[in-house]
């Protein structure tokens, strides 16, 4: 496959994939991501690295150019350097989202207070927890017990729990 013979949609493709990633990334920034936002933005990333590395491929001297003037030098110097930084950890300590904390503290918590919280019966609790696979012996018991520490599991737990039962 000659590069060349691929212009008519390596640059449309690098801007179809920006503006798909653009989107999202906005999206996620302000919390307004649905549906498949996220994860969308997540693995169609991959195609915008091939097509970009296509096209610089395809404008391999324009590409070059840039790495020869002093703006196009400080510009790539200064988004590497940003890039650098974002693997800092700032403020200490392990910087978590701000849900784990509550989601941690209602998996820890006893079936008896979680089903309290729901405003459900300990047996509806069970039930729900019953039908994703999760069989609870008694009140007592928390989410992390039956599911152990893994936050996702967690989460969907507390998920099952959460969601009205289809009718």
Request: charged share 15%; glycine share 8%.
């Amino acid at each position: 496959m000659k590069i060349a013979t691929q212009r008519p949609w390596i640059t449309p493709a690098v801007i179809g994939s920006f503006t798909l990633l653009s989107v999202t990334g906005m999206l996620m920034f302000f919390h307004l991501d649905s549906g498949l936002n996220k994860l969308a933005h997540e693995w169609l990333s991959w195609i915008f690295v091939i097509v970009v590395v296509m096209h610089i491929l395809l404008n391999n001297m324009a590409f070059k150019r840039y790495f020869k003037t002093v703006a196009g030098k400080a510009v790539i110097f200064g988004f590497v350097a940003v890039l650098g930084l974002s693997f800092l950890r700032l403020g200490g300590g392990d910087s978590k989202p701000p849900f784990v904390a509550p989601v941690q503290m209602m998996a820890a918590a006893p079936l008896s207070a979680v089903a309290q919280l729901a405003k459900l019966d300990v047996s509806e609790v069970t039930a729900r927890l019953a039908a994703k696979g999760i069989a609870a012996q008694n009140p007592a018991q928390s989410v992390k017990d039956l599911v152990g520490s893994d936050l996702g599991a967690q989460m969907r737990a507390l998920a099952a729990i959460a969601e009205a039962p289809a009718r």
